[in-house]
């Protein structure tokens, strides 16, 4: 056996190695230097892993075994399960947890070694008289000590998805692994796991219920009650439903007291049934929804409220009737209002209650939502006075300056001429308060609001529609048109307008909107936004203008393909500069499909 000395300079002799192993090597290559490694330093593991240095070496072998098992489960699997087996021993079994587990380079090692374990714990082998080891020693030995401790506390939950089997691959990730993937859906579910597993976790889930006051006085011990909850809601039959309510109440009532707190209620929230959510909603919601509305931490937790896979139409229309938005709109917690108007997009309901209330916050009093069932006949027939399309949207043939209006506009208060109100409604949506003539402000909140309020029904958002051309002359009279195109947010809303699956400009708007943007084009494209939204322009523009585009950036050609490659390619620069007629022609096949289809896409036309 080598002494601790020879192993650190065998351990630094393999440092080159190690780093051409890990950026190219096969499985079996990988495998085969952490076999080759650990025959000889595994009786020297537990040291190895408090040292500042050498534990980072012990760290990547460990890595590279978990990686041959995922990139090539079939070759060499029992000499990997014997290696996987040999590591977990030495360091569960023969090292001190405690020390390991309060340990700055140790705790890494260990949280390697436990997610390795299960790895390959869904491969057949068997860790469990380790994982009792270990999960015994804590317990006697230190477990609400590592509840609380900076690095005990990653150490307890690795533990805990161990003993549950559940995989977190992070740290193992391959490139073939998809990152979407959860926990939840990587449990073990090969073989029924041993009683002891989740009987040692409803345990400490009890014994960390008994005192909520210090169980969630930190970050990080909220984290692992919460995940030990979550854990043993997974087993079917599982007993702890009565200590997740004791949560959630005990989480809900102080949620505004810290950040802390609110985490918890959240992550509470993930594991409650149906009707715990309802109950939680009606009593410790309903009851205080605009004091949650209003407070820094509060907020977060009724906005995962809305984003709930039990979240109804019942409830956003409560949330709707009974919290103030104008208090919200330029507050921190501005957020919650989009989040409910992403609701009522997902539930297909309350948009016409959210835009009521909106346009009541915002003064915007030309616009006032009516039932568009008492309406009746009428509307129809002044469609067609009005150069209207049946499904509300203006016609490409209506004049530009035409009143186009689906959903009732009645007079202001102070009698004011409706042309002195034409773009205040997106001077209102933008700016999240009442429009000042035409002072424009470009708030992040009134671009997420827009970027969902546009994807209600066509007659809800007729007059914001209409109102565009008018907020667009606006933008271009004050030179903000291109600080519209270019910012990070409304980028976005001016995509979504161009988009053609959602029909919310005409033919005639997009040539208006080219018109507007033909000065700026090249600055645009030089711009990582303004460059998506050309692409989008591109994309819902005819031949024609595709065409005056292309010609305008020709000359620009190799600046605009050196800053963006993909922009370039979107739009195909590249092919019109080098023969335009070959282009034509690749263009012409889209040009007439829509041709062809042009009384189905715009029947009025």
Same mark, same amino acid.
């Given at each position: 056996?080598?002494?601790?000395?020879?192993?650190?300079?065998? !351990?630094?002799?393999?440092?080159?190695?190690?780093?051409?192993?890990?950026?190219?090597?096969?499985?079996?290559?990988?495998?085969?230097?952490?076999? =080759?490694?650990?025959?000889?330093?595994?009786? /020297?593991?537990?040291?190895?892993?408090?040292?500042?240095?050498?534990?980072?070496?012990?760290?990547?072998?460990?890595?590279?075994?978990?990686?041959?098992?995922?990139?090539?489960?079939? =070759?060499? !699997?029992?000499?990997?399960?014997?290696?996987?087996? #040999?590591?977990?021993?030495?360091?569960?079994?023969?090292?001190?947890?405690?020390?390991?587990?309060?340990?700055?380079?140790?705790?890494?090692?260990?949280?390697?070694?436990?997610?390795?374990?299960? *790895?390959?714990?869904?491969?057949?082998?068997?860790?469990?008289?380790?994982?009792?080891?270990?999960?015994?020693?804590?317990?006697? &030995?230190?477990?609400?000590?590592?509840? /609380?401790?900076?690095?005990?506390?990653?150490?307890?939950?690795?533990?805990? +998805?161990?003993?549950?089997?559940?995989?977190?691959?992070?740290?193992?990730?391959?490139?073939?692994?998809?990152?979407?993937?959860?926990?939840?859906?990587?449990?073990?579910?090969?073989?029924?796991?041993?009683?002891?597993?989740?009987?040692?976790?409803?345990?400490?889930?009890? *014994?960390?219920? +008994?005192?909520?006051?210090?169980?969630?006085?930190?970050?990080?011990?909220? #984290?692992?009650?919460?995940?030990?909850? @979550?854990?043993?809601?997974?087993?079917?039959?599982?007993?702890?439903?009565?200590?997740?309510?004791?949560?959630?109440?005990?989480?809900?009532?102080?949620?505004?007291?810290?950040?802390?707190?609110?985490?918890?209620?959240?992550?509470? $929230?993930?594991?409650?049934?149906?009707?715990?959510?309802?109950?939680?909603?009606?009593?410790?919601?309903?009851?205080?929804?605009?004091?949650?509305?209003?407070?820094?931490?509060? =907020?977060?937790?009724?906005?995962?409220?809305?984003?709930?896979?039990?979240?109804?139409?019942?409830?956003?229309?409560?949330?709707?009737?009974?919290?103030?938005?104008?208090? !919200?709109?330029?507050?921190?917690?501005?957020?919650?209002?989009?989040?409910?108007?992403?609701?009522?997009?997902?539930?297909?309901?309350?948009?016409?209650?959210?835009?009521? @209330? *909106?346009?009541?916050?915002?003064?915007?009093?030309?616009?006032?939502?009516?039932?568009? +069932?008492?309406?009746?006949?009428?509307?129809?027939?002044? &469609?067609?006075?009005?150069?209207?399309?049946?499904?509300?949207?203006?016609?490409?043939?209506?004049?530009?300056?035409?009143?186009?209006?689906?959903?009732?506009?009645?007079?202001?208060?102070?009698? #004011?001429?409706?042309?002195?109100?034409?773009?205040?409604?997106?001077?209102?949506?933008?700016?999240? %308060?009442?429009?000042?003539?035409?002072?424009?402000?470009?708030?992040?909140?009134?671009?997420?609001?827009?970027?969902?309020?546009?994807?209600?029904?066509? %007659?809800?958002?007729?007059?914001?529609?209409?109102?565009?051309?008018?907020? *667009? &002359?606006?933008?271009?009279?004050?030179?903000?048109?291109?600080?519209?195109?270019?910012?990070? /947010?409304?980028?976005?809303?001016?995509?979504?307008?161009?988009? &053609?699956?959602?029909?919310?400009?005409?033919?005639?708007?997009?040539?208006?909107?080219?018109?507007?943007?033909?000065? /700026? $084009?090249?600055? $645009?494209?030089?711009?990582?936004?303004?460059?998506?939204?050309?692409?989008?322009?591109?994309?819902?523009?005819?031949?024609?203008?595709?065409?005056?585009?292309?010609?305008?950036?020709?000359?620009?050609? %190799?600046?605009?393909?050196?800053?963006?490659?993909?922009?370039?390619?979107?739009?195909?620069?590249?092919?019109?500069?080098?023969?335009?007629?070959?282009?034509?022609?690749?263009?012409?096949?889209?040009?007439?499909?829509?041709?062809?289809? %042009?009384?189905?896409? =715009?029947?009025?036309?």
């Amino acid at each position: 056996m080598l002494s601790f000395v020879e192993v650190e300079k065998y !351990l630094r002799s393999l440092r080159e190695c190690i780093d051409k192993v890990q950026e190219e090597s096969t499985a079996s290559e990988k495998y085969l230097l952490a076999a =080759n490694a650990f025959s000889q330093i595994q009786e /020297h593991i537990p040291t190895l892993a408090t040292h500042q240095s050498l534990s980072r070496y012990v760290e990547k072998l460990i890595a590279f075994l978990a990686h041959s098992l995922m990139e090539d489960p079939e =070759n060499e !699997l029992d000499e990997k399960r014997q290696l996987c087996q #040999s590591i977990c021993t030495h360091l569960m079994m023969k090292g001190d947890v405690e020390t390991l587990s309060m340990d700055q380079f140790g705790s890494h090692v260990l949280q390697s070694t436990l997610q390795c374990g299960t *790895l390959f714990e869904h491969q057949g082998l068997n860790l469990s008289e380790p994982l009792q080891y270990f999960a015994a020693t804590v317990e006697d &030995r230190c477990l609400f000590r590592m509840l /609380h401790h900076q690095s005990g506390s990653h150490v307890l939950r690795s533990l805990i +998805k161990a003993i549950a089997c559940a995989v977190h691959a992070e740290p193992f990730r391959s490139a073939k692994r998809k990152p979407t993937e959860k926990i939840e859906v990587l449990l073990h579910a090969k073989h029924e796991l041993d009683e002891w597993r989740f009987a040692r976790l409803e345990r400490w889930a009890d *014994l960390f219920c +008994k005192d909520l006051g210090g169980s969630f006085s930190t970050s990080q011990s909220s #984290s692992t009650v919460c995940l030990v909850l @979550k854990m043993c809601q997974k087993r079917p039959g599982s007993n702890v439903s009565h200590l997740c309510n004791k949560v959630l109440e005990h989480c809900f009532l102080r949620c505004t007291e810290s950040k802390t707190l609110s985490f918890a209620a959240q992550e509470c $929230l993930e594991i409650c049934s149906n009707e715990d959510f309802n109950r939680v909603f009606k009593t410790m919601v309903a009851t205080r929804a605009q004091e949650l509305s209003e407070n820094q931490f509060g =907020n977060y937790v009724i906005q995962s409220i809305i984003g709930h896979r039990y979240f109804q139409t019942s409830h956003l229309e409560e949330l709707l009737n009974t919290t103030d938005i104008g208090n !919200l709109l330029l507050s921190p917690s501005a957020a919650l209002i989009w989040r409910l108007c992403e609701a009522a997009v997902t539930l297909g309901t309350g948009q016409a209650l959210f835009v009521k @209330k *909106l346009m009541s916050t915002l003064n915007i009093s030309s616009y006032t939502v009516k039932d568009s +069932k008492k309406k009746g006949s009428k509307d129809k027939n002044s &469609r067609a006075k009005e150069g209207q399309r049946s499904d509300g949207a203006p016609s490409p043939d209506s004049p530009d300056n035409a009143d186009e209006r689906s959903v009732e506009e009645t007079p202001t208060d102070d009698g #004011s001429d409706m042309d002195a109100s034409k773009g205040q409604l997106w001077l209102a949506l933008t700016s999240c %308060k009442p429009p000042e003539k035409t002072r424009i402000h470009l708030r992040a909140t009134g671009a997420s609001i827009l970027l969902h309020m546009l994807k209600f029904e066509r %007659k809800l958002i007729v007059n914001v529609l209409s109102d565009f051309k008018h907020f *667009l &002359r606006i933008l271009k009279s004050n030179a903000r048109l291109v600080d519209f195109a270019t910012d990070r /947010h409304y980028s976005r809303v001016l995509q979504l307008m161009l988009d &053609r699956r959602q029909g919310l400009l005409t033919e005639k708007q997009v040539k208006r909107l080219f018109k507007y943007l033909k000065p /700026h $084009l090249f600055d $645009l494209a030089m711009d990582t936004n303004g460059a998506f939204v050309l692409s989008s322009l591109f994309q819902a523009s005819p031949l024609q203008l595709r065409r005056s585009l292309l010609t305008e950036l020709a000359p620009h050609s %190799k600046e605009i393909m050196n800053r963006n490659k993909k922009f370039a390619g979107i739009i195909h620069l590249d092919s019109f500069c080098k023969s335009e007629s070959v282009w034509t022609k690749q263009q012409k096949p889209g040009e007439s499909v829509r041709t062809l289809f %042009k009384d189905i896409i =715009n029947p009025e036309s």
